[in-house]
Nanobody, 124 residues
Framework: QVRLVESGGGLVEAGASLRLPCVAS????????MAWFRQPPGKERPFVAAITGSGNTDYADSVRDRFAIYRDNRKMTAWLQMDSLKPEDTAVYYC??????????????????WGRGTKVTVSS
């Protein structure tokens, strides 16, 4: 089992920055993917960003130039740095974890473990 805890959400104005940490504990391995998805109210949970244990990253087109994902394998922690936030970034952000995975994956079905989410609200 893997436990994920997200934090760092809040209410900010457009143009501000936030940094969301996700801490994984339990039966984790370095060969894994840590990812962020987000879910606006009443909508699906699309992919935002992900990082493999070897440091490969990928982003949704809507955030590629504004967000960055980092990872520390010793601490089994991933951070989502969000800059130039827009009102359309408002959502609950969820951290997903896929053990024994080395190839990037963008589907929620790939991730076996999820945190409870952290809410980000961006006002205009």
């Amino acid at each position: 089992q893997v436990r994920l805890v997200e934090s760092g959400g809040g209410l900010v104005e457009a143009g501000a920055s936030l940094r969301l940490p996700c801490v994984a504990s339990g039966e984790t391995v370095t060969r894994s993917i840590m990812a962020w998805f987000r879910q606006p109210p009443g909508k699906e949970r699309p992919f935002v960003a992900a990082i493999t244990g070897s440091g490969n990253t990928d982003y949704a087109d809507s955030v590629r130039d504004r967000f960055a994902i980092y990872r520390d394998n010793r601490k089994m922690t991933a951070w989502l740095q969000m800059d130039s936030l827009k009102p359309e970034d408002t959502a609950v952000y969820y951290c997903g974890f896929a053990n024994f995975a080395g190839r990037m994956d963008y589907s929620v079905r790939k991730y076996d473990y999820w945190g409870r989410g952290t809410k980000v609200t961006v006002s205009s």
